[in-house]
Nanobody
Framework: QVQLVESGGGLVQAGGSLRLSCAAS????????MGWFRQAPGKEREFVAS????????VYADSVKGRFTISRDNAKNTLFLQMNSLKPEDTAVYLC???????????????WGQGTQVTVSS
């Protein structure tokens, strides 16, 4: 059974930092692209960042560019998201996703975690 388990969320003041982890089990994702998404209450899920299997290419949403860093440790089958200079608008449930599939106008992921709550107070 494939599982993605996020951790590292919590309550932090604006300007603070958090480091999220996503531990995968049940299969290796060392040859799969992975990503982070977030969903705030009453809003649609939105893309945060993605990383290729070799970590050679990273992509960020404009809203987090320069503040967040996505990375991975393929030996540990783990994905990370370092979040600095956090803002109240970053408050959301953060979910990791694995095994990206690319179509003409969209990207879909085969596996999703349950998410970890990040709350940023002003």
């Amino acid at each position: 059974q494939v599982q993605l388990v996020e951790s590292g969320g919590g309550l932090v003041q604006a300007g603070g930092s958090l480091r999220l982890s996503c531990a995968a089990s049940g299969r290796t994702f060392s040859r799969d692209d992975m990503g982070w998404f977030r969903q705030a209450p009453g809003k649609e899920r939105e893309f945060v960042a993605s990383i290729t299997w070799s970590a050679g290419t990273t992509v960020y949403a404009d809203s987090v560019k320069g503040r967040f860093t996505i990375s991975r440790d393929n030996a540990k089958n783990t994905l990370f998201l370092q979040m600095n200079s956090l803002k109240p608008e970053d408050t959301a449930v953060y979910l990791c996703a694995a095994r990206a599939k690319y179509y003409y106008s969209r990207v879909e992921y085969d596996y999703w975690g349950q998410g970890t709550q990040v709350t940023v107070s002003s």
